[in-house]
Each structure stands twice: as C-alpha cells, then as structure tokens.
C-alpha cells in the first residue's frame, strides 16, 4: 500500500524560529518520487522540491532544506529562520509505481511575528 | 510560462444541480490530474489522464462524476446530480510525464447547499 503520513496537524513558531515538518511514507516499490508541495491561503499548490529515491542527498535551497532518509522512510523538511509569508499548510506527496500522486494530510505552519 | 487555468474560482449549487469545471493545463504537459480537496485534508485523486486517455479513475464516483479530456489538452470535470457532501476544492494539475512535478491551478471552490 502507498502511504503519506504527516503526523503533526498544526505548527505554530514565532518569526526567526527554526521549524521541520515531518513525513513518513510507505511503499514497497524500488523507484519512487517524494514531493513537497506548499499551499498557501490562496489555495493554489505550489512545487517546492522533488526528489526520487536513489538520490538520499540532503538539499538546501535558501531557508529550505530537505533531510531524506530512506532507512527511516522520511522525508522531513526544514525552514530556517521562519518568516511570517511562510505561513501555509505543506503537503508532502509520494509518487510510486500506482502511477499515482498521493498526498498526506498536511501541515499547517502559522508563523507568528 | 502560463499555468495551469481553471474556471469558475467558485460556484455554489444546490443539491441535485449539475455543476462542470473547467481546466487548461500547460502547454505540452501530457498527464493531467483532477483532485478533491476536501477542508482540512489533503488533495484526494479523482482521475488521471496520459494524453487524452484515462489512467486511473478508480476514486471516481462514477455514479455522478464524469470527466473528459479532449484532443489531450483541455479537461472538463462533471458533476451530476451533487450532493452536499461534494463540497470541497477542486484541483486541476497537469505535469510532463507521470513522474514529474505537478503543477497546480488555484482550484475551483465548490459548495453545494
């Protein structure tokens, strides 16, 4: 079965705090792709990274970082000194052999000032 | 680059009325998907189209919803007749190939009352 788990529902730091959303998938599939996806009031989603599974580099771009381990099966994703436009909710999404994208449930990050 | 366009940004529908969506995704992007969001959750995949074929429809209530992509480009997504509990966003996505981002357009608001 393809899975998506983002245990925490809601998040709340203050401006300048470090924060990491976490996600935990299942797949019984070798080649995979996981995404993270940032939706913000708006409504539309907006792509942040992906990444597939025989590449377990941690990246960075700007404030952003992405810590894949696949022993753990996780895929957690960091912000750095938190801002208050980072304010959103983040889906992390698993993309496998189903041909399917499937989401988890998201994350709500209020980040206060 | 244009994104990916849906219309109407909102509708709202009384129960049992047929309700259709419209989505236009980037030029050259050969899968198209068609989500539910529900609030409070994350996207739900309803249909996925390669081209103009269906590969996978299998959340579909078919009961009631339809959808159709023409010619491979444009997608419409039906509802007929709705229920309340058809209330939710819904999410037009279109992306190069099946393992590649998404890229979403900001959703239509459906209420149904």
């Known amino acids: 079965a393809q899975k998506v788990t983002q245990a925490q529902t809601e998040i709340s730091v203050v401006e300048k705090e470090d924060v990491t959303l976490d996600c935990v998938y299942e797949?019984?599939?070798?080649?995979?792709?996981l995404f993270w996806y940032k939706q913000p009031p708006s409504g539309e989603l907006v792509f942040l990274i992906r990444?597939?599974?025989?590449?377990?580099q941690n990246e960075i771009s700007g404030r952003y970082s992405w810590n894949f381990q696949k022993s753990t099966s996780s895929f957690n994703f960091t912000i750095t000194a938190s801002q208050v436009v980072d304010s959103a909710v983040y889906f992390c999404?698993?993309?496998?052999?189903?041909?399917?994208?499937?989401f988890g449930q998201g994350t709500t990050l209020q980040v206060k000032p | 680059e244009a994104g990916v366009a849906q219309s109407p940004r909102y509708k709202i529908i009384e129960k049992r009325q047929s309700v259709a969506f419209w989505c236009n995704p980037i030029s050259g992007h050969a899968t198209l998907y068609w989500y539910q969001q529900i609030l409070g959750q994350g996207p739900k995949l309803l249909i996925q189209?390669?081209?103009?074929?269906?590969?996978?429809d299998s959340q579909l209530p078919k009961d009631r919803f339809s959808a159709e992509r023409l010619k491979g480009v444009d997608s419409t997504l039906k509802i007929q007749p709705a229920k309340l509990e058809d209330s939710a966003v819904y999410l037009c996505?279109?992306?190069?190939?099946?393992?590649?981002?998404?890229?979403f357009g900001q959703g239509t608001r459906l209420t149904v009352v």
């Open positions: 797949t019984r599939d070798t080649t995979y792709y």
């Open positions: 990444r597939n599974s025989f590449d377990e």
């Open positions: 996505a279109s992306s190069l190939d099946r393992d590649t981002e998404a890229f």
């Open positions: 189209f390669q081209n103009n074929g269906v590969v996978d």
């Open positions: 999404a698993l993309f496998s052999n189903t041909g399917k994208l499937i």
